[in-house]
């Protein structure tokens, strides 16, 4: 069974643009979820998505969007990018509704803004 | 004050030696527990994964998770330079997407 995809691995951008990051999540799972990891912030929840709704929001500012598609298939958007958002962000996926249900990550998207 | 504490090491052990890793939390509502395992530019990798308090087994790794101290840990017995790597306890209330994780324990183990 495939991992969690997601592209591209890296990307460079210049403060004030905006990016778009894509995941599929492993088969049959409908639960995707994203974290921003930083090396003095950690792993940090960015949101949550199950069935095309957001079920669940962390403290960001409304910069950082997402969505899911109907195929369970998720992309998250940062808007007019700051120096501060440089860090890895990371998907990860859950087959929630069918027992134990832990969260299984992709190998993120390194973000780079200069 | 953190939701969840983890002493970030970096620890270094010799090859074979018995590895405790250890992480607090202060939310008693807390009901779900994991470490991950994160290699070098890769994601986090799920080595555990608990409810409620007890141990939990799985070859060389053992979890435990004490609810009354608000205190998990991880053992790793036999310890391997592939182990070498940082781990990251994570904690949930129930079964959504959000972890709340800690810093990450940095393991070296030298051959």
């Known amino acids: 069974k495939a991992g969690v995809t997601q592209t591209p691995r890296y990307l460079i951008k210049t403060r004030g643009q905006q990016v778009t990051l894509s995941c599929s999540p492993i088969?049959?799972?409908?639960?995707v979820s994203w974290y921003q990891q930083t090396p003095g912030q950690g792993l940090q929840f960015l949101f949550e998505?199950?069935?095309?709704?957001?079920?669940n929001k962390g403290n960001f500012p409304g910069r950082f969007s997402g969505r899911q598609f109907s195929n369970s298939r998720s992309e998250m958007n940062v808007s007019t990018l700051e120096l501060g958002d440089s860090a890895l962000y990371l998907c990860?996926?859950?087959?929630?509704?069918?027992?134990?249900?832990?969260?299984?990550f992709g190998n993120g998207t390194r973000l780079t803004v200069t | 004050q953190k939701e969840v504490e983890q002493d970030p090491g970096p620890l270094s052990v010799p090859e074979g030696a018995i590895v405790s890793l250890n992480c607090t939390y202060s939310?008693?509502?807390?009901?779900?527990f994991m470490w991950y395992r994160q290699y070098s530019r890769k994601g986090p990798e799920l080595l555990m994964y608990?409810?409620?308090?007890g141990n939990k087994e799985d070859g060389r790794f053992t979890a435990q998770v004490d609810k009354s101290s608000k205190y998990i840990s991880l053992f790793i017995r036999d310890s391997q330079p592939s182990d070498s790597a940082t781990y990251l306890c994570?904690?949930?209330?129930?079964?959504?997407?959000?972890?709340?994780f800690g810093q990450g324990t940095e393991l070296s183990v030298k051959p």
């Open positions: 088969s049959g799972h409908r639960s």
């Open positions: 990860a996926s859950s087959n929630q509704g069918q027992g134990s249900s832990p969260l299984h």
């Open positions: 608990t409810y409620s308090s």
């Open positions: 939310n008693s509502a807390f009901q779900y």
């Open positions: 994570a904690m949930a209330y129930n079964q959504g997407g959000k972890l709340i």
């Open positions: 998505y199950f069935s095309e709704t957001q079920r």
